[in-house]
Every structure is written in structure tokens, then in C-alpha cells.
């Protein structure tokens, strides 16, 4: 007869995603991931496969609590200032989050840049696609701006968000704010 789970697995993921937003995926150890799930290796492969299945799951657990701020962006018919609301909320969310710093996406998207892992990558890939997806609709609010500028201005934003998300790990909050309101100066 299988043994019943003795953790509830949203619970330890939620750990595990924050032990991989403070560390990156290659500086975790399974160690770390033992000791912060609070259950051992075996459980570990046993429910998610590997520390690689504990990662995806985590990525998933992350995006799962973003979905509101994306909601909100995604209905907002304010255009530029859906986009700047959207670039304060997720500051604050990120800052919210057990004093985490930056955004777990965009730390994965930047650790994972030159990996052979196509999972990773096309998650990540899909993410910033619908990012700029809603960016590029965002801007379209405004008919005074041809498709080249669009384009220009939403490349530009996405830029500005990767930035946005390394800032927030070393920048006091006056510069964070200075930083959105400068990108968005001359939108």
C-alpha cells in the first residue's frame, strides 16, 4: 500500500519557489530544497521527479501569484497608464513576497539565457511574449502612434521591465519610483 503524503505539495512548492528566487536554480542544492520543503529527497523525486520538476513547478506557483497584477494590466483601458500601474504593482508584489527582490521570471530568463534547456526557455519565452502581447495592446490605445513606434516602445518596455526587476533588488525605493517615472517620461 502507498504511503499518504504527509505535506500538502502547493505548501512545499511555495517554499521551493522562494528558495529559488533568493538563489537562482543552479546555486540550489537538493540539500537546500530538503531543508526548506521540510521533507526529504525521496518525497522530493517522488512527487515533482527531480530538482528540475520542483523548478517548473515552482515557475508555475509563481506565475499562479502574479496572475492578479496580470488580470488587472490585461483589463485595464487606460493604455500607458495600465503600463506604468502594471510596472508599480509589480514592485510592489515582488517587495511583498517575503522580502523578495527583482521577479523570478526575470531572474530564470536571465540565468537560463545561454542553457541548452528548451523547457525553461520556451517558458520563458511564452511569458515575455504575452508580456509584450499586452504592452504592444496597451500602446495601440493610443492612435496617434504608428506600428513602427509601437513596436519601438514596446520593445523598449520590456527592456525597461527586465531593468526594472534587477533594480528592485539593489535600489532604494525613491530610485525605483525615478526609474518608472523617467521610462515613462517621453511614452
Do not use: P
Not at 17 to 23: E, S
Not at 89 to 98: C, F, T
Amino acid at each position: 500500500m502507498a504511503r499518504k503524503k504527509q505535506y500538502i505539495e502547493e505548501e512545499v512548492i511555495n517554499k521551493a519557489m522562494h528558495l529559488f528566487w533568493r538563489n537562482g536554480y543552479e546555486n540550489t542544492s537538493m540539500q537546500m530544497l530538503e531543508k526548506e520543503m521540510g521533507i526529504n529527497k525521496f518525497s522530493i523525486y517522488s512527487s515533482f521527479g527531480s530538482k528540475h520538476g520542483v523548478f517548473l513547478e515552482s515557475l508555475k506557483s509563481y506565475k499562479k501569484s502574479i496572475n492578479n497584477i496580470f488580470e488587472k494590466f490585461k483589463n485595464g483601458t487606460e493604455g500607458i497608464a495600465d503600463i506604468k500601474q502594471f510596472f508599480y504593482d509589480s514592485v510592489a508584489l515582488n517587495n511583498e513576497a517575503n522580502n523578495q527582490k527583482g521577479c523570478l521570471v526575470t531572474n530564470t530568463y536571465n540565468e537560463f539565457s545561454e542553457s541548452d534547456d528548451q523547457l525553461i526557455k520556451e517558458q520563458m519565452g511564452e511569458f515575455m511574449d504575452n508580456l509584450k502581447v499586452l504592452i504592444i495592446e496597451k500602446l495601440e490605445m493610443d492612435s496617434t502612434k504608428d506600428k513602427d513606434t509601437v513596436r519601438k516602445q514596446a520593445n523598449f518596455l520590456v527592456l525597461a521591465k527586465h531593468g526594472l526587476a534587477a533594480a528592485t533588488r539593489v535600489n532604494s525605493s525613491k530610485e525605483i519610483e525615478d526609474y518608472i517615472e523617467m521610462t515613462f517620461s517621453n511614452i
